[in-house]
C-alpha cells in the first residue's frame, strides 16, 4: 500500500516540471532587466536545483504559468522573502505564479517598497469559473506596480505594455493547457513520460514501478479529459503547432523577442510553458513542424548568459 501511493505522487510531477522549466527562465530573465539582481526564492532551493546543470529535473521555485492545469490547476509555491520578511509573524505564501514574477519584476525595479508591499498589491479575490468551482484570483496579476517614472523606463512605448500582458494571458489561458494533452496523446508517449520522470527523479525500484505504469495510465485518461475540456482538436499536435506559430508570427521578423532586444515577460512565460516538454516526442515534434526553434534558442542563450553564480546579491536596501 505504502508503495502504491508512492507512486500515485507522480501524477503531480508535471506542475513540479513546470515549476522547474519557470525558475530556469525566471533567474536569467530577472537578472537581465533588473539592474543585476537575482532573487533566492524559497529557501535555498531554487539555487541548488540551478547549480545540478544538464538536469532537466531542477528543483525549486516555480514559474510555472497562472491560470489552470487540469486537475493540477493550483501550484503550490511559496514566496518566501529572505532577512527582511523573516522576521515576520507570518511568510507569504503565493499560488499563482504569475502574481509572483511581476511582484518580484516590481520589488527588482523599485526598490522603495518592501516585496511584502508589493504583494499586497495584488489582492486575492473569490471568483467561480466556468465549471461552477470556486477559485482564487488575483488583481492585476499582469501589471507591474511602477511609479511613471519607472513605467516610461521599463515600457518606453505604451504599447509594448500591454502586448506584454496580452500573451503572457495567452500563454495562462490557451498555451499551458495544451501541454498535458500533447504529453500524454497516447500510451506510448505516456509511459514515455513517465519512464523519463522516474528516470531523472531517481525513484526506487519499487516506487518507480507504480509511478511509472499507474500514471502514465491515469494521465493518459486525464489528458483526453482536458482534450475535450479546451475544445483541442483530435491531433491535440495541431493546435501545439498553431500555438508556436502564433507567437512567432506575433514577434515578427524584425525583433529577435516579444521585448525586442532582449526578452521580457511574456517571452518568459512562453518559454517556461514549451521548456517542461523537453526530452518528450512533444517537443520534438513542435521543433521540427514548427518555426519556434530559433526563437527558443535565443532565449536558452539570453538565459545562460543572464545567469548568476552568487545567490547572495539581493540584499535589502538598507
Known amino acids: ?56 529535473m531542477l528543483v525549486g521555485a516555480a514559474f510555472a504559468l497562472g491560470g489552470t492545469f487540469g486537475l493540477f490547476q493550483t501550484l503550490q509555491y511559496p514566496l518566501k522573502a529572505q532577512e527582511h520578511l523573516a522576521e515576520q509573524q507570518a511568510a507569504k505564501q503565493l499560488n499563482d505564479s504569475s502574481v509572483i514574477i511581476s511582484a518580484i519584476k516590481t520589488y527588482l525595479i523599485s526598490r522603495k517598497k518592501s516585496l511584502e508591499e508589493i504583494v499586497s498589491f495584488y489582492p486575492p479575490m473569490k471568483a467561480v469559473n466556468e465549471r461552477g468551482k470556486e477559485v482564487t484570483e488575483y488583481g492585476n496579476k499582469y501589471w507591474l506596480m511602477l511609479d511613471e517614472m519607472e513605467t516610461q523606463h521599463v515600457y518606453p512605448i505604451k504599447e509594448t505594455r500591454v502586448e506584454e500582458m496580452k500573451w503572457r494571458k495567452w500563454a495562462d489561458d490557451w498555451l499551458v493547457h495544451l501541454i498535458s494533452p500533447n504529453v500524454y496523446r497516447t500510451p506510448r508517449e505516456a509511459l514515455a513520460s513517465f519512464n523519463y520522470i522516474v528516470h531523472e527523479g531517481k525513484f526506487g525500484t519499487v516506487e518507480g514501478f507504480f509511478a511509472k505504469y499507474m500514471g502514465a495510465v491515469a494521465m493518459f485518461f486525464i489528458s483526453k479529459r482536458l482534450k475535450s475540456r479546451h475544445h483541442l482538436q483530435d491531433n491535440v499536435r495541431e493546435d501545439l503547432y498553431k500555438a508556436a506559430n502564433d507567437w512567432v508570427k506575433a514577434i515578427g521578423k524584425h525583433r529577435p523577442f516579444m521585448g525586442g532586444s532582449q526578452p521580457n515577460l511574456a517571452d518568459l512565460a512562453v518559454y517556461g510553458v514549451l521548456r517542461v516538454m523537453e526530452g518528450l516526442e512533444a517537443y520534438d515534434d513542435m521543433m521540427i513542424h514548427t518555426k519556434i526553434q530559433p526563437w527558443y534558442h535565443r532565449m536558452e542563450k539570453a538565459i545562460g548568459e543572464a545567469e548568476v553564480p552568487n545567490w547572495q546579491l539581493l540584499q535589502p536596501p538598507y
Open 1 to 56: 500500500m505504502a508503495a502504491a501511493c508512492s507512486g500515485w505522487r507522480c501524477l503531480g510531477l508535471l506542475p513540479w516540471r513546470l515549476r522547474a522549466a519557470g525558475q530556469a527562465a525566471g533567474v536569467g530573465l530577472l537578472r537581465a532587466q533588473s539592474r543585476g539582481y537575482c532573487i533566492p526564492f524559497g529557501t535555498g532551493r531554487y539555487a541548488r536545483g540551478r547549480a545540478r546543470k544538464g538536469s532537466r
